[in-house]
């Protein structure tokens, strides 16, 4: 049974770092072919995908936040921690955690979720 | 990046009623597609992969189809329980990117 919950501040100022955890079980961060990825959602508005850690740790980042993103593992903690810096209003979001599948070559899904975690950016 | 266009943003329907949402992607994305069902308040919840695929445990009366730049997803008798917003998403290129969402009402 695959379980993620993310954990976090809930209210940030403007300017300030974010940091985010996803602790995970269920599975192993260090087997071939597994990821971890972020997904925020504005309130009322669509899912964008933010990073993607692998099992190898490499990473990937949605280029329009890249240069404010940074994603790493604890695989003996069974935890990935997300932190974004010079949080701004328009970052206010749910933010998920989710596991990535291998469904087969180059197939890939998030199969299973966190319950998200609400940020809200205001001073 | 690739986009991906969902219409369309909002349907009403009644319950036995077969819904067709599609999904315009920008290139081609052989595919390379999900559909996601998000109900209110809640996390997204994987449906189909592959663009045809049905994941375990989900209903029969999810259907997807399409390859290329044009996809469909469908609810053949739809059940009050699948009130929710709907969402395509591309794996064929980073960055990962998701349709806009289709809020499926009775």
């Known amino acids: 049974q695959i379980t993620l919950k993310e954990s976090g501040p809930t209210l940030v100022k403007p300017t300030q770092t974010l940091t985010l955890t996803c602790t995970f079980s269920g599975f192993s961060l260090s087997t071939s072919g597994v990821g971890v990825g972020w997904i925020r959602q504005p309130p009322g508005k669509a899912l964008e995908w933010l990073a993607l850690?692998?099992?190898?740790?490499?990473?990937r980042y949605s280029p329009s936040l890249k240069s404010r993103l940074t994603f790493t593992k604890d695989t003996s903690k069974n935890q990935v921690v997300l932190t974004m810096t010079n949080m701004d209003p328009v970052d206010t979001a749910t933010y998920y955690c989710?596991?990535?599948?291998?469904?087969?070559?180059?197939?890939?899904?998030?199969?299973?979720w966190g319950q998200g975690t609400l940020v809200t950016v205001s001073s | 990046d690739i986009q991906m266009t969902q219409s369309p943003s909002s349907l009403s329907a009644s319950v036995g009623d077969r819904v067709t949402i599609t999904c315009q992607a920008s290139q081609d994305i052989s595919n390379y597609l999900n559909w996601y069902q998000q109900r209110p308040g809640k996390a997204p919840n994987l449906l189909i992969y592959d663009a045809s695929n049905l994941e375990a445990g989900v209903p029969s009366r999810f259907s997807g189809g399409g390859s290329g730049t044009d996809f469909t997803f469908t609810i053949t008798g739809l059940q009050p329980e699948d009130i929710a917003t709907y969402y395509c998403q591309q794996y064929d290129n980073l960055p990962l990117t998701f349709g806009g969402g289709t809020k499926v009402e009775i």
């Open positions: 989710a596991h990535r599948r291998r469904n087969g070559p180059n197939s890939y899904s998030f199969d299973y």
């Open positions: 850690i692998y099992w190898d740790d490499d990473k």
